[in-house]
């Protein structure tokens, strides 16, 4: 008889067949981009399911992006039907989410805690630094909020680290007393942020075995994508879920006096333990600068022994030419393990290098390669655009929005940053969560109603001293001893936000209606007078901002649309868990702009790796970091791997970013491409003129003798098949473009008038800089003040 999961096989390759149906305790998969990881943990889920070997229940699956989520979840649907309900398939912050707001009562929060984002945690620590007076000590809200972030990956609290930390200096002291402090505010909140959501999961498992074990009871498949950008406490969490059940405890100080129960397996229960399986790819890791930590992927055959290792070879993404390209490139990082990629597809078309003048000319090219894609009948949606900054879709967007080229930028939705969208979601979480006294606290004076910094700390102070929350305070307002125009508005406020609970939170045992968080809302936002007064306004950035609120409303009917049991909380919780991949619109239809990082995961037929720059790919900021240069390394292959069919690497001669126009260089990379893969392309109307800026940077840059040429970058290994011989760089442009000048000895003064190309005649008001980075800041008669880099600007004195 046929295996029940037969068809799920068709056409996988003998590895991945093997990784479908192997069962055992622990299985890694490790394999190059491309080479179907995802698609055999599908298989494997749908796999587990159709063979009746797991209730959906059972099954705990971890992606990198709730858009992730959601496309695996479709996929299993499509492969066993109705039987997909009920898995868990998400993010390891929203498994978490949904563990806490189960459990968060064992240990002092309430199941309606807010989650604190970026830029919540942010504002809570520019308070407490200066409360504290840190900054006397160089410490800054970003340099405390990256420790503590950096910290809490690691598991360690303000007491474990005062305990190894160098307390006789002082800016240590202040520092863990700022971290305890920040800690209580969250506690105080009923708050937790991102860090804590993984970091406090795996304190309640370890604290609470008994709660542990439903949890290890419940999954009894774990599976991890991504797995090589998990980092030390989703490692920890993932090993206190594959823990045996019922596994001996063992107290333990955990510190600040707490008895901390450390479960330890009981001898011969192994047998209990959930099956994990996680896939990865140590040269997709690219989070290192988030905690990820590669060896948790490198080191998985000895933190679970007697793990099968699959590995898969064969490519079913790219093109040979791409993957090519991918192996020469990632070949120059050390300390890792071989491998290569192959296709059965054939070589497939030459990748497209392109150098512009500007970045402007650089996206030009981008857009009318786009059209003439388009042409050749491939769908904008089966098109990116990467870059390594987020500034850098600035010159993309405005040619794409010239060539009317529908595109989408991914990540880059700032929507819920705006200061409006904040007062409106800190009005629901002073619905939802009346002890947060941020969110309270921000809407104490929005609208204007004439509450003041005085009154906001007489509140405070009578909060302190009846011991009851900010909000509670606030209902007392004739307590608070405040002049009664004042009081009569803080009675309106909390009147407006009694009979908004009463909507969206009523009283126990009724259900709130599914359209009870949009009316909820549109009542706050009404009631308290933020819509009118913007409408009063004469600013016209206000009439946006009303629109924004319009939109937001509109989000809340769609989410009572999916979510028909959704509470204030549920929509809370969703929006907090939107992550960096994760576009609130939808994107068919059009092209995607996104970072490098965003990338990973996605494929399309049509990829453009633009800014292929030092400084850019690889970053500066990453030269001086132990590895860095490397993980810079990954995120190019990442780029360069996403591409089905076609695949562009451009650059600019001169780049507008950092504040200052800049000469730049073709990154190092480009020297790891075999020459023969890339043709390059230049600015239309060039011409041959040799010598000039390009040149002489690219012979500074060619790697003399033996060990390579440049700061950063790694020996070259001759002899290596993986390096190419001649390179992409070899046959770089070795021209420039007519427009690019050398006007190093111009000597400018303020005073003198100029002619540019393209902005016609301007004066001269001062020049800046020295050598060639003098930069003139020139008033043009048309066009206003510009800055010019005056060593390659097309200017003439007149
Ligand atoms: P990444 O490292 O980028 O995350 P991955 O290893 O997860 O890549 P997938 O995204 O699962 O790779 O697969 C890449 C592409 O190859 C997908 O379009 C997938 O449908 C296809 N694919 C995978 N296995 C096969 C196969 N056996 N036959 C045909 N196509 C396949
Ligand atoms: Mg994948």
Redesign the pocket.
């Known amino acids: 008889r046929a295996r029940p999961d037969a068809d799920l096989l068709e ?3 003998p590895p ?1 067949r093997e990784a479908v149906i192997y069962r055992g305790p622990a299985l890694l998969i490790v ?10 943990l599908t298989r494997r889920i749908a796999s587990l399911l159709r063979s009746r070997e797991a209730w959906p229940s059972q099954i705990l699956a971890i992606t990198f992006t709730n858009k992730a989520a959601g496309e695996m979840r479709e996929r299993v649907a499509q492969l066993v039907g109705d039987r997909a309900q009920g898995m868990w398939i998400s993010t390891f912050h929203s498994a978490c989410v949904r563990i806490l707001r189960r459990e968060a009562e064992a240990f002092g929060f309430t199941k309606s805690f807010t989650i604190y984002d970026s830029g919540d945690t942010r504002a809570l620590l520019k308070r407490l630094v200066k409360e504290h007076e840190a900054d006397a000590f160089g410490l800054t809200p970003g340099s405390v909020m990256s420790k503590i972030s950096k910290l809490k990956n690691e598991l360690a609290d303000a007491e474990s680290y005062a305990r190894s930390a160098n307390m006789s200096d002082p800016a240590e002291r202040v520092f863990v007393e700022v971290f305890g402090e920040y800690q209580r505010a969250l506690q105080r909140a009923n708050a937790f942020d991102f860090d804590d959501l993984i970091g406090q999961t795996v304190f309640l498992f370890r604290a609470f075995p008994k709660i542990a074990d439903t949890y290890r009871r419940r999954f009894r498949h774990i599976l991890v ?2 797995y090589q950008d998990t980092n030390h406490a989703q490692y920890a969490l993932i090993n206190e879920l594959t823990r045996p059940v019922g596994s001996d405890a063992q107290p333990f100080d955990g510190g600040g006096g707490m008895m901390i129960f450390e479960a330890t397996p009981e001898p011969g229960s192994d047998t209990d333990a959930a099956s994990l399986t996680v ?1 990865g ?1 140590s040269d ?1 890791s690219i989070y290192a600068f988030r905690g990820a930590d590669i060896r948790n992927i490198t080191e998985f055959e000895r933190d679970y022994p007697g793990a099968k290792v699959v590995l ?1 070879e064969q490519n ?2 790219s093109t040979q030419n791409i993957l090519t390209a991918a192996n020469s490139v990632i070949g120059n990082n050390f300390d890792r393990k071989d491998k290569k990629l192959w296709t059965d597809v054939g070589a497939g078309e030459k990748i497209v290098g392109f150098t512009g003048y500007s970045q402007h000319d650089e996206a030009q090219f981008v857009a009318d390669e786009i059209e003439a894609l388009h042409r050749t009948d491939i769908d904008y949606s089966q098109m990116a655009v990467f870059y390594r900054t987020n500034s850098q879709s600035r010159a993309l967007e405005e040619i794409f929005i010239r060539s009317a080229i529908p595109y989408k930028i991914m990540g880059g939705t700032k929507f819920y940053e705006r200061a409006e969208i904040k007062d409106a979601m800190a009005y629901l979480v002073a619905i939802a969560n009346p002890a947060d006294e941020m969110a309270v606290r921000r809407i104490l004076n929005k609208p204007r109603r004439g509450i003041g910094d005085v009154t906001e700390t007489a509140i405070a102070r009578y909060a302190a001293d009846q011991q009851i929350t900010f909000r509670d305070a606030l209902a007392n307002a004739s307590a608070l001893g405040v002049g009664p125009k004042i009081q009569a508005a803080i009675a309106q406020l909390d009147a407006v936000l009694a009979e908004a609970a009463e909507i969206m939170l009523p009283s126990s045992g009724e259900l709130a209606p599914p359209t009870a968080v949009a009316e909820g809302l549109t009542l706050l936002l009404q009631k308290s007078g933020y819509m009118s007064a913007l409408r009063q306004s004469k600013d016209p950035q206000d009439e946006a901002r009303l629109e924004n609120l319009d939109e937001l409303v509109a989000v809340t009917r769609e989410f009572a649309r999916n979510n028909p049991d959704g509470t204030v909380i549920d929509f809370l919780t969703e929006v907090a868990l939107v992550s960096d991949a994760d576009d609130l619109e939808d994107a068919s239809g059009s092209v995607s702009l996104m970072t490098l990082h965003t990338a ?2 996605l ?1 399309y037929d049509a990829v453009f790796v633009t800014g292929v720059e030092e400084d850019l790919i690889p970053h500066r900021i990453s030269a001086g970091e132990p590895g860095g240069p490397q993980e810079e390394r990954r995120l190019f292959y990442v780029g360069i ?2 591409a089905r069919k076609r695949l562009y690497m451009s650059l600019a001669m001169t780049r507008a970013q950092f504040g200052e126009v800049t000469v730049a260089m073709p990154s190092r990379f480009l020297q790891e491409i075999p020459a023969d893969l890339i043709d390059w392309r230049q600015s239309p109307g060039d011409v041959n003129s040799r010598g000039g800026i390009q040149s002489r940077a690219l012979n500074a840059r060619r790697p003399g003798g033996s060990g390579g040429g440049f700061g950063g970058a790694p020996a070259r290994r001759f002899g290596d098949d993986l390096v190419p011989k001649s390179t992409a760089l070899d046959r770089f442009p070795n021209r420039i473009p007519a427009r690019v000048r050398d006007n190093g000895d111009m000597i400018l003064g303020p005073g003198d008038r100029i002619r540019h190309e393209d902005f016609g005649e301007g004066r001269v008001d001062a020049v800046t800089g020295e050598g060639a980075k003098r930069v003139a800041h020139v008033r043009f008669d048309k066009v206003g003040a510009k800055k010019l880099l005056i060593k390659i600007a097309p200017i003439e004195k007149i």
Request: proline share 0%.
């Open positions: 056409g996988l390759n991945q394999a190059g981009a491309g080479s179907g990881k995802t698609s055999v994508d991504e896939v790819d997709q898969l079913y993404r990973k995961g494929e791997t996403r």
